[in-house]
């Protein structure tokens, strides 16, 4: 810091301390029964700098299934299982029993923890690369057979960690490091549009594509979480939330730009909202155990 900063900074403190002694000679004070808190950080998340690029959706992510875990009070007993990806530190940050899976195979491995430890919450947390590519096989199986999980599915339409080659979700057109000239569907075909595909197997449940580039977005995508966990106590089936998160390190923007990238392109090739809801009969099951669904 410069002599002349380190001068500004002095006077301010000065000036806030100034200030303060001033409102203490008035007889002035504020009560702390004056506030309330209006937001606090989950406790289920972890004190620690994430190792993420600044921007990116996935820490936001982290917190809201962190906030969901929290606020329906089942931290002892859930299990996360992480991905080969950005996103293979997640145990680092949630502060749930988690276990690591090798590439592609999270589902593979919630199933067993799932039907070993039925009353337990299991969810697992995929990028496109580990869910749509190398592991499309065990998750469509997982889905087929119906497995009482909730999968989460990150789709920012490229392989983030290995700096942006193209992805099964990729849009068309889109320049990738291994599409340089955009993807051609002549050579590369489209963009998976894997909610809509797992939407038919029997064994999917809930069903839903959400985002996390604007405010209200974020609040439907944490409805949805709070949803597929509340769901595992039916067991009726696979929980499946697609959300749609940016990567301004490898889609080369800005945080701001990619967030309004999302709703110019996107959410064309990946419309948001639900793709497969529970039934009428379902969701009055689940009230009857006496668990409302989320407002």
Not at 2 to 18: G, Y
Not at 111 to 124: A, E, N, Q, S
Not at 251 to 277: A, H, Y
Request: hydrophobic share 35%; charged share 20%.
């Amino acid at each position: 810091m410069s002599a002349e900063e380190l001068t500004i900074t002095e006077k301010s403190d000065k000036s806030i301390s100034a200030e303060t002694d001033t409102l203490n000679a008035t007889g002035i004070s504020c009560a702390e029964d004056e506030y309330s808190v209006v937001y606090e950080r989950p406790h289920t998340l972890l004190d620690v700098n994430m190792h993420y690029c600044p921007g990116c959706a996935h820490s936001l992510v982290h917190k809201l299934i962190m906030e969901a875990v929290e606020e329906l009070g089942i931290q002892e007993n859930t299990i996360g299982v992480a991905p080969v990806g950005c996103a293979v530190f997640a145990y680092d940050y949630m502060d749930v029993d988690m276990q690591e899976a090798a590439h592609g195979r999270a589902t593979a491995v919630a199933t067993g923890i799932k039907r070993l430890m039925p009353d337990k919450y299991v969810f697992t947390y995929q990028g496109d690369g580990d869910l749509a590519a190398i592991g499309i096989a065990e998750t469509i199986h997982t889905i087929n057979r119906g497995e009482n999980i909730m999968i989460v599915f990150i789709n920012n339409a490229v392989y983030g960690m290995t700096s942006g080659q193209m992805a099964p979700t990729t849009l068309v057109g889109m320049k990738t490091t291994t599409s340089p000239f955009g993807r051609d569907t002549s050579v590369y075909g489209f963009p998976i549009k894997v909610s809509e595909l797992i939407s038919q197997l029997p064994g999917s449940f809930y069903v839903t594509r959400q985002a996390v580039n604007k405010n209200t977005a974020v609040r439907k995508t944490k409805k949805a979480i709070l949803n597929a966990l509340n769901y595992q106590k039916l067991n009726k089936g696979t929980c499946f939330i697609e959300i749609i998160g940016n990567c301004p390190s490898n889609w080369k923007m800005t945080p701001v730009e990619s967030n309004n990238f999302i709703d110019e392109q996107m959410v064309k090739t990946f419309p948001l909202g639900d793709v497969k809801l529970p039934s009428a009969e379902d969701l009055k099951q689940l009230n009857q155990t006496g668990d409302k669904q989320p407002c």
